[in-house]
């Protein structure tokens, strides 16, 4: 069984940029470069460089699920609990879970103008808890609450890459109505978010961190997180290491 090196090495190189960006202490260029890595891993081509590399080895690893499990903290389960104050489109509600590398650790939490029951922090804090999502259904949770409106992982990275310009620089947003929900997202960013820090915005929306940067670099950097904290992905890449240095004469083109 034939086994497609190129497409591992592809794979290998994305994870190695997460790698070693986040290690460092990272830029707004080096954030760029990490939602590069991640549309290429989990959007490009339709289902992403990691889906492809996994099913990749599927046919030739015994007993591989049909595709990883990966952390996360997904808001999507505050919204279904339907708290009285996520309901206001009052709060904001970020699932960053990071540990930057000056070892300040930014958490997952929620931010509302208001006095909070105890029996709806105690469900507020269950949800913020880490659980398991397959690969399918991760991109597409929820990663940020702002007010009335959520965002997905998806969104995020496609903001960064393609509205940014970690691979496409566009300035263009639909103003005009009806607005598509995805317009809509993306002037909510640009209005709540600075991404290079020298133009702060005045709006509630703005969350910082001081100099462990905005809300939007951390939902970045968390993703890299969540990969670095699913045993199924370090054992992908533990295996990938192993494919790419075979024997001879076994197979691998």
Avoid at 10 to 29: A, G, H, I, M, W
Wanted: charged share 25%; aromatic share 6%; with cysteine.
């Amino acid at each position: 069984m034939h086994v497609d090196v190129a497409l591992l090495r592809n794979v290998r190189r994305e994870f190695k940029v997460l790698q070693q960006k986040v290690k460092s202490s990272p830029t707004p260029d080096d954030i760029h470069d990490i939602a590069g890595a991640l549309r290429h891993l989990l959007i490009d081509g339709g289902k992403g460089l990691l889906k492809r590399g996994w099913d990749e080895l599927k046919p030739v690893v015994s007993d591989m699920p049909r595709e990883p499990e990966i952390s996360v903290i997904d808001l999507g389960g505050l919204l279904d609990l339907k708290l009285p104050h996520i309901q206001s489109g009052k709060a904001i509600a970020l699932a960053n879970d990071v540990t930057m590398a000056n070892g300040v650790r930014i958490m997952a939490g929620v931010s509302y103008p208001g006095t909070i029951p105890d029996r709806d922090l105690e469900k507020q804090t269950d949800a913020l808890e880490r659980g398991c999502h397959k690969l399918s259904r991760y991109k597409e949770s929820v990663c940020m609450i702002l007010g009335p409106s959520y965002v997905c992982r998806e969104t995020i990275i496609k903001y960064v890459t393609n509205k940014l310009g970690s691979r496409h620089y566009d300035t263009k947003r639909q103003t005009q109505q009806p607005m598509t929900i995805q317009d809509q997202i993306h002037l909510l960013l640009d209005n709540s978010f600075d991404f290079y820090g020298d133009n702060p915005k005045p709006t509630n929306l703005q969350v910082t961190y001081g100099e462990n940067g905005n809300a939007l670099h951390a939902a970045i950097l968390s993703m890299c997180q969540d990969f670095e904290e699913s045993p199924d992905i370090q054992w992908f890449i533990s295996t990938i290491d192993k494919a790419l240095q075979p024997p001879p004469n076994l197979g691998f083109k």
